[in-house]
Every structure is written in C-alpha cells, then in structure tokens.
C-alpha cells in the first residue's frame, strides 16, 4: 500500500484550514496530518509532524508564510516542501517565496481538483506555479536582474554544469516538465530526469523551482528581450 502523503496546512483563518482538510482528506492518496494557525506555529509543526508538503499562506500574523518557508527549507535536513496559497495575485509575493524556497504558488481560487493535484505535484519534487502567473513572474526575474547584478556563492557552480545540462536548466526556468524537455531536445525522458537530477546536485539545490531562480538570478538564463 502507498504511503499517503502528508499535509500540514498553515492559515490563520479556521474556516480556511477546516475547508481546505475536508477537500484533502477526501482525495486517495493524501492525509492531513496536522493545522497551524501562523508562521511560528508552521514552523514548529512541521519539526513535530513532519509533513511532505506545506500548504502555506502568505500573509499571517506575527511570522508571515515568506519567512516561516524560508525557515522550513533551510532547517538542517529538510524535507518538506512548501506550496503557497493567497488570494493575493501579486508578483513580489510570488518572487519572494520561491526565493525563500517555496516549490510551488497556487491561488487560492483553485478548484478542488487543482488543489489536490498541487499537493500530488510538489510532492513529488515538480515545481508548479499558477499558469496565469508564471510570464509576469518571469518578468519580474528580468526587472530584478536588469536593476541589480545578482551573486551569490552559488553563482560558479554553474560552470561545472556541461553544455547540454546548461540546456536543460534553462528549459526548467521556462516552465517545461520533464515531457516537453525529452520533446524539445529528442531525447528520453529519463534522460532528462538524469540530467535534472544531476543539475540540482551540481548546483546544491533541492528542486526544479529552486533551479529556476538560480538560472535567473545568476542570469545564466535571461527572458526574451532582456
């Protein structure tokens, strides 16, 4: 029998986290495991519980959802992954959290369906960002690397990456799964799982989100007409 996965929902508000348990609880596959009502309470429940994925708001009391994801990730030996929930469309929000580490940004107008489907995703080491977000995130890349010059220590490591691993990374930022990678280069699927698996390791990074703000930041990959 698989094991479910688990789920930790954080929100300050009890009708929101009741509502979003009810719909998670009812799909095969998935348990929540456990609710947390702010950022702090987030954080100490994901070190009690130990959850896969984190349903996560943005803005809470005391510790918003940015700082309480930064704090997950980068606990010693994290596992949890963080998919964001707001009802707040806005591209800082957005870029902050997946530099804090989030794998995912999800609107919380999302179906049921979609939901669950996020959870499924993230957990399973997939970036997601709501479609009608993802061009204006990708703009906001290029306002931040085109105003300031990014770097950070990770920045020479992508020199270690070869040619074709750089092809990749680059198709990652663009929002392409794993399929439409294989299609675009006319290769294996499972090639392009060995060359991801290899460019997170080369670069020290955890998932397919955090390679896709490594390849902006850095500018290693730039949108089209930066």
């Known amino acids: 029998m698989t094991t479910p996965i688990r789920v930790l929902i954080a929100d300050d508000q009890m009708m929101v986290r009741q509502g979003f348990t009810v719909l998670l609880n009812a799909e095969p596959g998935i348990e929540v495991v456990g609710q947390a009502v702010d950022g702090l309470d987030a954080v100490a429940k994901v070190a009690e519980l130990a959850p896969d994925v ?33 009802t707040f469309d806005l591209d800082e929000y957005v870029y902050e959290a997946l530099r804090a580490g989030a794998s995912g940004f999800l609107l919380k107008d999302a179906s049921a369906d979609e939901l669950a489907q996020a959870v499924r995703v993230v957990a399973g080491g997939e970036a997601l960002l709501a479609p009608n977000i993802t061009k204006r995130l990708i703009a906001e890349f290029a306002r931040v690397t085109r105003t300031a010059t990014v770097r950070t220590p990770r920045q020479g490591r992508a020199g270690d990456l070869t040619e074709r691993e750089t092809e990749v990374l680059a198709l990652i930022a663009q929002g392409l799964s794993n399929a439409e990678i294989a299609e675009r280069l006319v290769v294996a ?26 390849a902006y930041e850095t500018g290693l990959v730039r949108p089209a007409g930066y």
């Open 189 to 214: 699927e499972q090639t392009v799982k060995t060359h991801v698996g290899r460019i997170l390791i080369k670069l020290g990074l955890r998932d397919r989100t955090q390679a896709a703000v490594f």
């Open 54 to 86: 984190v349903l996560m708001d943005i803005r809470m009391p005391g510790l918003g959802g940015i700082e309480a994801t930064r704090r997950i990730t980068a606990a010693p030996g994290a596992t949890a992954r963080v998919l964001v929930l707001t």
